[in-house]
């Protein structure tokens, strides 16, 4: 039975920029990806600037299209916002290439792909995980659940009832005619109130358009009606090709620990996903990186490396997460006081959520806070 250092479950954006970092500091590190690479991965593809930062090496070669400027509209068209950066603030990517990508960088620093190998079961013994896969049985001493929101890896390992918030999602890869395409594909948007305590997306690729709408509101809404209406508020005369996908994005972190004996969980499988836009790659990125370091600076210690791993997610991501849910309130209530709100510090709101998606401010602290004080102002 082959043994690695660590086992990572799963090949997207959290599992394989893991793998680099570790593959980098020379740790026996495997890849077990049930697929063959590259696959097809739901998801809108807009990498926004904050993770790209954090990319360790350049990603031009699958970059599709970028922008330097967003438009976000809130009631409808009833008001709109833009801002801009002189580098751009989002960056639409395939997942396909994109994953595949970090995979070959990982595979230059050592690190073993296992493709077409589903994991069936985990067995702990001697401090061991035992992972019994479709092509056999591998062992390691740490294993890191990558795969994704539905993570099989997860409820293996011990995490039986899901604590995360999940909202559903529905998005399409639609070739659109070229008038059309010429006239959407200049400019990323977010359409607010498109959805019932959501919003529609409309995220230009290099041939055709990723479109989608979600939901942070738990009940029945038809999300496919939604789109369909989204299709109309686009003015998209001619539709050439259309690819439906749906999917849950986890924007809640779990409340019962993020590792288990020698199971760390990052990603969606943590439930990392950013709760105001529910794009998930960055902090995917982000806590793949956090678990690597976290196994590195122990030294390979299990209980050093859980403490740490669960320190640098207290320093910057949970309490972010924290603060995204409460904005993410805010900004999916329309009821009278975001729209007092939005009529005289709309733009101000735009510009700080454009900083923090650049990657040039923190979410704010204090959120409940400031906004009773921006009321205040409203009642006296």
Not at 91 to 105: E, G, P, Q, Y
Not at 223 to 250: M, R, V
Not at 338 to 353: A, E, P, T
Request: charged share 30%; proline share 4%.
């Amino acid at each position: 039975m082959k043994h690695f250092t660590v086992a990572i479950i799963g090949s997207g954006p959290s599992g394989a920029s893991t793998a680099f970092h570790l593959g980098k500091q020379g740790i026996h590190t495997v890849i077990i990806e049930k697929e063959t690479l590259p696959r097809y991965k739901t998801c809108g593809g807009g990498f926004v600037n904050r993770g790209k930062k954090d990319m360790p090496f350049d990603i031009a070669e699958v970059v599709e299209r970028e922008f330097c400027k967003v438009d976000t509209y809130f009631n409808n068209h009833e008001k709109c916002y833009y801002s801009k950066k002189e580098t751009p603030i989002i960056t639409m990517i395939m997942r396909d290439a994109f994953d595949n990508l970090i995979v070959k960088k990982a595979k230059e620093f050592g690190v073993t792909l296992l493709e077409d190998h589903k994991l069936l079961a985990i067995n702990f013994v001697d401090e061991k995980a035992i992972l019994q896969t479709s092509k056999g049985n591998i062992s390691a001493d740490f294993v890191i659940a990558a795969d994704g929101v539905l993570s099989p890896t997860a409820k293996m390992a011990g995490w039986k009832k899901d604590t995360r918030k999940l909202i559903p999602a529905l998005e399409y890869e639609v070739e659109v005619g070229q008038e059309d395409f010429e006239r959407l594909s200049k400019n990323a948007r977010f359409d607010i109130d498109a959805v019932p305590y959501g919003y529609a997306w409309c995220f230009p690729k290099k041939n055709h358009l990723s479109l989608g709408v979600l939901t942070t509101k738990k009940g029945k809404i038809n999300l496919k009606a939604y789109y369909k209406k989204y299709l109309e508020t686009l003015g998209i005369k001619e539709i050439i090709k259309e690819d439906a996908h749906g999917f849950q994005i986890p924007v809640k972190p779990r409340t019962d620990g993020f590792v288990k004996q020698n199971v760390f969980l990052i990603g969606d499988a943590a439930g990392f996903a950013e709760p105001i836009t529910a794009e998930g790659i960055s902090n995917a990125i982000l806590s793949g990186k956090y678990a690597a370091e976290a196994i590195i600076e122990s030294k390979l210690d299990r209980n050093l490396a859980e403490k740490i791993y669960v320190e640098k997610l207290d320093i910057k991501l949970l309490y972010e997460l924290k603060s995204g849910a409460l904005l993410a309130k805010f900004f999916y209530n329309n009821n009278p006081v975001r729209i007092y709100l939005l009529n005289k510090y709309g733009q101000l709101f735009n510009d700080i959520m454009v900083d923090v998606l650049h990657g040039d401010r923190a979410f704010p602290k204090n959120i409940p806070e400031k906004l009773a004080a921006k009321i205040k102002e409203k009642i006296f």
